[in-house]
Every structure is written in structure tokens, then in C-alpha cells.
């Protein structure tokens, strides 16, 4: 029940299309839901994040769609740079001492 | 501001040896956490801390992994025996207080290979 599902697994965009990455779960208790973005050798950085009371959250080019009567949330990054070149990891959190669940993780390449 | 710094980098240890990795976290970060990321996976909690306490380690191999947070600032993860298994990059992150409400920030790893 902890369990975070992400798809897919590896995305290939072009430069100027939109990238989209889903996640599901399971837990009513998730109440938080970060995006994490890892570029290689380096550790996770916090990128947007969305609570429940809300539908949609934008910051730039990454939004943040929410849908709590479905549990899924997904993220749309426009206008996709090669520099967006990533992993994307969706996570959940359930609030006080629970640990964030992490999805698997989604392999973006930008291609120019 | 300066951020959690790990070391080392990279080991390259053989099964039934032993390992420690060491983190720094953000000073004034009350909360300290050790995770695992095997390739292709998301990361995976191992143990936290608050302060020098531990909340949560029930998914630490307590048999062979072993972690401490001296004084509540600088913590070490030991692995002892490895296992092949075990190969995976080790991150440490830390958070100003307790909960994924607030930014979890991370170090750069260490990647760690049992041959």
C-alpha cells in the first residue's frame, strides 16, 4: 500500500514538445507529493510539489496535475530543453515521522 | 549555503568485506536520512534520524548494515559483512526538521560495487 507506481520508464522528447510523466498510488494517507529531478552522478533535487487541495500547480515549464479521485499526479514539463535531460522521480509523503515513498523512476532525453 | 556533503565518491570492496560511508549534513538540519538507490530504482530509506535519535530504520538490514549520528551532526553507515547485493549508490539528505513536507536535500552519493 505504500507503493508508488511511475510510468514510463524511459521517455525520448524532442526540444520544444511536451514531456509527460505519471504516477499513481494507493495510500489515501499520501498527503504531500513531490517531484525529484537526479542528473547523473549527482544526488535528487526537489523540483515542484503539489498537495491534495489542489488540482494543478505550475512553476515555469514543470506543472504538477493532480487528480485525488483517480490517486494519480502527473508531470508536464513544456517547452522540454535538452538541459531537462534527467530522472524524474515522483514521491509521496503521508505526514509526520512517515518516510517519502519514491516511484522508480522516468529516464527523460531531450533531443535537440 | 553549503550542501550535505558524502564521501567517498566511489568504493570498490569484495563480498564479506567491510565498508563505511560518511555524510555531512546542512548545518542546522535536524533530520538525517540514509538511502539506497540501486540502478533503475527509486531510492530506498534505510534508516533516519532526528537529532541523534532514530525514527525510522525498519528497512536496515540491522544483521550487517549498522548507522550512528554522533553529537547530532555528522552520521556513518557501515555495511559488514557486503553482500554482491549490496552494490548500489548510498545517499545521505537531510531536512531542516521531520517530514517530506519540507525539501529533502541530497548528496551526490557514494557508489559503492561488491565484486
Known amino acids: 500500500q505504500q507503493q508508488v507506481k511511475q510510468s514510463p520508464q524511459s521517455l525520448i522528447v524532442q526540444k520544444g514538445g511536451i514531456s509527460i510523466i505519471n504516477c499513481a498510488y494507493e495510500?489515501?494517507?499520501?498527503?504531500?507529493f513531490p517531484w525529484y529531478q537526479q542528473f547523473p552522478g549527482k544526488g535528487p533535487a526537489l523540483l515542484i510539489a503539489?498537495?491534495?487541495?489542489?488540482s494543478e500547480k505550475k512553476e515555469g515549464r514543470f506543472t504538477i496535475s493532480f487528480n485525488k479521485s483517480a490517486k494519480q499526479f502527473s508531470l508536464h514539463i513544456m517547452d522540454s530543453q535538452p538541459g531537462d535531460s534527467a530522472t524524474y522521480f515522483c514521491?509521496?509523503?503521508?505526514?509526520?515521522?512517515?518516510?517519502?515513498?519514491f516511484g522508480t523512476g522516468t529516464k527523460l532525453q531531450v533531443i535537440p | 549555503e553549503a550542501g550535505v556533503a558524502q564521501s567517498p565518491r566511489y568504493k570498490i570492496i569484495e563480498k564479506r568485506q567491510s565498508v563505511a560511508f560518511w555524510c555531512n549534513p546542512i548545518?542546522?538540519?535536524?533530520?538525517l536520512y540514509w538511502y539506497q538507490q540501486i540502478l533503475g530504482q527509486g531510492p530506498k530509506l534505510l534508516i533516519q534520524?532526528?537529532?541523534?535519535?532514530?525514527?525510522?530504520d525498519s528497512q536496515l538490514p540491522k544483521d550487517r548494515f549498522s548507522a550512528e549520528r554522533l553529537k547530532g551532526v555528522d552520521s556513518t553507515l557501515k555495511i559488514q559483512p557486503a553482500k554482491l547485493e549490496d552494490s548500489a549508490v548510498y545517499l545521505c539528505a537531510s531536512s531542516l526538521v521531520t517530514g517530506g513536507s519540507v525539501p529533502l536535500h541530497f548528496g551526490n552519493g557514494t557508489r559503492l560495487t561488491v565484486t
Open positions: 514521491a509521496a509523503f503521508a505526514g509526520g515521522y512517515q518516510k517519502v515513498t
Open positions: 495510500n489515501t494517507a499520501f498527503d504531500y
Open positions: 503539489i498537495r491534495p487541495d489542489v
Open positions: 534520524f532526528q537529532n541523534n535519535g532514530v525514527v525510522d
Open positions: 548545518s542546522g538540519h535536524a533530520t
